[in-house]
Structures are given as structure tokens and as C-alpha cells.
């Protein structure tokens, strides 16, 4: 059971990169599913979460800029990034909540139980 990101990289600012996250063990169309970011010397941050019936969150910072989604028959996860800004900078982990989480804990980083490894942002 394994959550693999990839797609991070240095970009400009206004920049974009898209983020894929792989996902064995789980069948990603049946659990929400979230991207989080830590900066250094900053807490984990919810980005983006995406649940079992394709409902989709944002957080306010990357609302209209960023676009999570799911390929179900791949069993992978995008974050889509345009407009990138410095502030983006960060170390972007996927993660997997393997039972039902509600609404209001889906940016919650207890909430998930699979974690990948993370794929560093960069905008300059």
C-alpha cells in the first residue's frame, strides 16, 4: 500500500505544474483523497481534497488557481497548478483517508492514513 507523488519542479512565478500522485493498494475512486503542502517552518497544510463522488474542496489560497481530480481507472491523483506564486513553495504530499472522513475534516492531516513521500514546489 503506497501513495507515489511526482511532477514538482522550479517554475517562474505565474508558472504552472501538474502533480500526479499514484496510488497501489487502495482503489483510488473509492476513498477521499487529498493534496497537503509544509513549507519549512510551517504546519502541514490542506491544499485540495477530492472525495468518493468527485466532490471537490480548496483551500482559499489556491481556489481558481489549482484543480485536483482523479483518474479512476488509473487509480491516480492530479493537482493541477497554474498561477503559480512563491508563496506556493512547498513540499506537496498526497494522502488517503482509508475510511470515510466528513466534510469538515477533509484539510485535517489526522484524517488521512496514507501518506506518500512528498514532490518539492519551487516559484520563483
Known amino acids: 500500500v503506497q501513495l507515489v507523488e511526482s511532477g514538482g519542479g522550479s517554475v517562474r512565478t505565474g508558472g504552472s505544474l501538474r502533480l500526479s500522485c499514484a496510488a497501489s493498494?487502495?482503489?483510488?475512486?473509492?476513498?477521499?483523497m487529498g493534496w497537503f503542502r509544509q513549507a519549512p517552518g510551517k504546519e502541514r497544510e490542506g491544499v485540495a481534497a477530492?472525495?468518493?463522488?468527485?466532490?471537490?474542496s480548496y483551500a482559499d489560497s489556491v481556489k481558481d488557481r489549482f484543480t485536483i481530480s482523479k483518474d479512476n481507472a488509473k487509480n491516480i491523483l492530479y493537482l493541477q497548478m497554474n498561477s503559480l506564486k512563491p508563496e506556493d513553495t512547498a513540499l506537496y504530499y498526497c494522502a488517503l483517508a482509508a475510511s470515510p472522513i466528513r466534510v469538515s475534516d477533509e484539510f485535517r492531516p489526522s484524517a488521512y492514513n496514507v501518506w506518500g513521500r512528498g514532490t518539492q514546489v519551487t516559484v520563483s
Open positions: 477530492i472525495d468518493s463522488d468527485l466532490y471537490t
Open positions: 493498494g487502495y482503489t483510488a475512486g473509492r476513498h477521499c
